[in-house]
């Protein structure tokens, strides 16, 4: 198998931890074990035995998981290693060489990648900035062949942060069931609503075809812990639990006895408040930031997630810019090239508020050259 560079993942993975301000993240920044749990609770995760535990994810941590969802049980979950994982899987479990993937552009890219490696027909359906960052139907509609197995979106969406409305969501679905596609939501930024109110999952549609793969990275804010999952039907997670024997067995340890404190009620509830906190007041500071240019930025505000994706009127590729103000003012933010879309760059504006306002402090003494 051949996979192509993943470049938005490559170029963190380069980079993030060699610069002094971060804006590649799309979470928020993350605190620590001291600063989220009770002297209890870390009690308990010191004298945890670190055995392989549970494959498919601790019943409590599943149990857990399921209370997000307001029909679904916790055999219909499997717990992997970040969402990362779970996208992997889905498209592992179900997906072979000569198949059509219908895939929702822009996108995070890595189950294009995927895709594609394995021989998938990727087919970009593009959200459209003049729609909101929402797509047309009959669009859609016209993509579908007799070759077309899954509907993949990224819901809410990255890099644009836009939320599918009700009614678009039961639209795709309806047109999933009426050619029996499967639809694939990646789902991670769900809980990271801007106006706090839970956007609805594709799981809850009903239709019996739909996987939602999620997370603790964004809207929780513990990437580190490394901690996704998949969801759907019985016959789908008992494949993906096989799948999953080759990939990572099981999930750390560590991370299921913390993850399952994480989505209990109350902590659940307080991190999506911190996150939504954090979320409204740094987007003010880079709405205030990009008024300052009188239109050479421009971005239409997010819904969800810590992205603010703008569009720029330099005359300048995308790459370079970022290239630049890396290399110049030790400040990483994301390329539109990535996306392959070039004139646009990806603001993580999830870290901390300080070295917010320092770093755009930082690459204004690159975009006023230009
Ligand atoms: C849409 C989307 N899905 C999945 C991931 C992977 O996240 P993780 O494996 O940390 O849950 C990311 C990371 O940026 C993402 O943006």
Redesign the pocket.
Known sequence: MKIETFI??REQSLWENEVKYNLSE??VHPGSINNHFSTQDIDDILNTELTYGFTRGSPELRQNISQIYSNIKPDNILVT???????FISILTHLSAGDELIYMIP??L?IQGIARAIGVDVKPIWLKEKLNWNFDLNELESLITNKTKMIAV?HP??PTGSVLPDEQINAIISIAEKNGIIVLA?E??RGAELNGVECSSFIETEYENVIV??????AYGF?GL???WTVGNSSYIHQAWSTKDYTSIAPGRLSDVMATKILNYDFRQNMLARTRSVLRQNLDIMQVWAATYNGQFNFILPQA?AMAFMKYSFNVNSTELVERIRDEQSVLLVAGDWYGMDNYLRFGYGTKRNSLIKALELCDKVFKTL
């Open positions: 938005l993942e799309s979470g290693n970040g969402s990362a994982e779970a996208n996108n995070y890595q990224c969406n990255n990646d991670v930024y793969n999620s997370g603790l990275s964004k990437p490394r901690i996704g997630g």
